[in-house]
DNA sequence: TATGAATGAGGATTCATTCAT
DNA sequence: TATGAATGAATCCTCATTCAT
């Protein structure tokens, strides 16, 4: 191997040893010696490619940014109706989110994370512009469908902003349950479901969209006491 | 004072200053020091109310809950239709949350909060609690409307959640813009908006609810580079 | 011993430790850790009585500066005539000097210390004050001898700097050798005789000062590779 | 360019780099990241030349070491009188710290540098060395004034350990003076007035010197508080 | 010979917790 | 009961030095 490979995957082994730190354990909490461990390498070596902690941080939350954000926007014109692209953004996001789960996880660490103040500035700037982004390709959808007669007028920001809470909602109760190792129900249906009943409020046609059918009575989630 | 009066009113000193500094700093950056100088004691003092800081944290966090449960639970019964009782729920929480914004801000913080592995049991259990009842409580009122005819037939815990779901994020989201010091809007209509949003898609009368005219063109929240 | 006397002990414990360690290796190079052994107390501690250790170099910097400097305005003006009183002046502050010598080798060591960009802005200050007041007090007597024609009409403000100069170099020279643990000769007979020869040029009697007599031929300092 | 001359050439170029950093920040506080990068090589290339950071110091501390040797001795010997020879030496070495300011620096660092310790007994011999031949010369000049009668009998070493702590004490100030980036003044004829005052006090004829007016009342170099 | 990636010991600082008074 | 001084484990970061390429 050459010596930039070296580096190249030195590199990617001390994002992924961190990733999984940062992931498990926040900014705070997260130790150096545990990711230079992980990662097979010094604890100096880190150092040498990443400023600070934060520095290593900001490395790892914006890592996949640009690859997620270009396929966002593809996702965002494939379907031949508005609730189809509608339904093939969600699609992609989950897909995304079923490969890269601790990404994500980061991304949200970020808006709750107590440490914010002490982020860099482009952290806060980056995660601002991934849900700006992800608001923009929904909301140009449901104003297309608007505009071709698809969904009745409405408030396509609110909509979208709707539709992204819930998104966001579902996922963050998911990486909960996984931190807590509770039992997990896959996402996507539940998130297209979610979406149906949602754009149901606004089509034209509501009978273009089934309604799902009554869930079993849920089960307390409550965790017992030891 | 009596000598048991001076012992709550320590306390209840002691618990205001942590849900302060709790609030701002979260659960791991929180200083004791701080918090036993706010209120007005010896750091050593804390330790005589609390066993510890986690315990502190405990307190503070299940301070209000039996209050808000509570509440909580009559305002789900408040209302002529289930359409109302809904609403009603929505408009309670929210009221709820401008008045005591630091006790949700750090129910959230503890889903959010990276140090939950070394909360204890209890604390999570609260929190986990606290959400089964809005769910309950909510879906209770969605329950009865379909039973009555009001609703079509729907996964009305699925509703539920999305409801949650949607309150949640306005919330978090108010909470973050606070955090930066970004302009906030007032959530109430815009939860109000949402929720009979969502609800329409489920109503079996879709023309007692009237959708949100668009609105403005939504102005970019980037943060600009300084 | 009561707590507040516990304290101040403690306080002067680690000073003292501080004192010794940072004599010996200077800012950069002193440990914490060391001082805190040697003052007997835990690492923690040190930072109950100074933020930091650059506090604490200052603290150690500025310890006796007030007493020296009340006692050094003092000598200034003992003596019958100006010669009588520069001598005084001399002789206290190599008394001061012997009794105190790592108090002064830290004012040079400011000096010298590379790290002075890293110092904070007041020890400067009270080192450049403390060879002020040196540099006035001696002044004031050449000037007065001047006034009352002890000494010729002059350039006071060099003699002045001339005296101190030889001052501080023969206990910089003392302190080198001390370091370097070769023999050392007493410094007040040397510097008596280096005022006497410097102030003898400006006497308008000279012979009121006798010359030392040649010394004995100076053997080399070099010191032997071993 | 032979492969003999690149050697040198990077020798001189590492050394120069060395030269001024080791000025700049002393020598802990002195990076080798920076050397190398100055110099434009690479930092494991530094090891090729020299065996350690302590190795390099000395070769700065000791590269002009010879020349300035040499150059100091000729001075010694120019002049037609004792008291021109002196001047002259005193010419000399202000003359050659004008040119090698950093070259000065290092040598009077050593003495205060805290690492003192840790640097190898040939630097310290080497400056050791210096001195004695600084005083050597002086006093050669001086013993040869009291034997042809220009100057009265007196400890002539005496007389040269004042003439050079003088030297020593105004280039320190200088330096210190640059490092706080305060005014500075020309240092030579401030020198030569030093000598010639303390010259008159052993001449048999005080009037061939001339002692220096009285200068502007001194104002103080206290360096205001921000 | 030159490179520069990797190393890892070392050191300042924080802060929850303890305990003598 | 309340205090607050003392503790010391925990952790980020620096940088001289090594060595494989």
Same mark, same amino acid.
């Given at each position: 191997?050459?010596?930039?490979?070296?580096? %190249?995957?030195?590199?990617?082994?001390? *994002?992924?040893?961190?990733?999984?730190?940062?992931?498990?354990?926040?900014?705070?909490? %997260?130790?150096?010696?545990?990711?230079?461990?992980?990662?097979?390498?010094?604890? $100096?070596? =880190?150092?040498? @490619?990443?400023?600070? !902690?934060?520095?290593?941080? &900001?490395?790892?939350?914006?890592? #996949?940014?640009?690859?997620?954000?270009?396929?966002?926007?593809?996702? $965002?014109?494939?379907?031949?109706?508005?609730?189809?692209? /509608?339904?093939?953004?969600?699609?992609?996001?989950?897909?995304?989110?079923?490969?890269?789960?601790? @990404?994500?996880?980061?991304?949200?660490?970020?808006?709750?994370?107590?440490?914010?103040?002490?982020?860099?500035?482009? &952290?806060?700037? !980056?995660? %601002?512009?991934?849900?700006?982004?992800? *608001?923009?390709?929904?909301?140009?959808? *449901?104003?297309? $469908?608007?505009?071709?007669?698809?969904?009745?007028?409405?408030?396509?920001?609110?909509?979208?902003?709707? *539709?992204?809470?819930? %998104?966001?909602? =579902?996922?963050?109760?998911? #990486?909960?349950?996984?931190?807590?190792?509770?039992?997990?129900?896959?996402?996507?249906? =539940? @998130?297209?479901?979610?979406?149906?009943?949602?754009?149901?409020? /606004?089509?034209?046609?509501?009978?273009?969209?089934?309604?799902?059918?009554?869930?079993?009575?849920?089960?307390?989630? =409550?965790?017992?006491?030891?």
């Amino acid at each position: 191997m050459s010596r930039d490979q070296k580096k %190249a995957e030195s590199r990617r082994r001390i *994002l992924d040893a961190a990733r999984a730190v940062f992931f498990r354990d926040g900014f705070m909490r %997260a130790n150096l010696d545990e990711m230079a461990e992980k990662a097979g390498v010094a604890k $100096g070596t =880190l150092y040498r @490619y990443f400023e600070s !902690k934060a520095d290593l941080y &900001v490395a790892v939350l914006t890592n #996949n940014h640009e690859i997620f954000h270009e396929q966002m926007s593809t996702a $965002g014109g494939q379907g031949e109706s508005a609730l189809e692209r /509608i339904r093939s953004i969600a699609k992609f996001y989950f897909a995304h989110w079923l490969e890269h789960p601790d @990404y994500f996880q980061i991304f949200w660490a970020v808006d709750n994370e107590s440490v914010i103040g002490d982020l860099p500035r482009d &952290v806060i700037e !980056k995660v %601002a512009d991934f849900w700006e982004m992800n *608001l923009n390709v929904t909301h140009a959808a *449901l104003a297309d $469908g608007v505009k071709t007669g698809e969904f009745v007028e409405c408030d396509t920001w609110e909509i979208a902003h709707i *539709l992204w809470s819930v %998104a966001d909602s =579902l996922i963050e109760s998911d #990486n909960t349950k996984a931190r807590r190792q509770i039992r997990r129900r896959p996402l996507e249906p =539940l @998130y297209t479901h979610a979406v149906d009943t949602i754009i149901r409020g /606004i089509l034209v046609d509501p009978s273009r969209v089934a309604l799902a059918p009554p869930s079993e009575p849920r089960k307390s989630t =409550l965790i017992p006491v030891k």
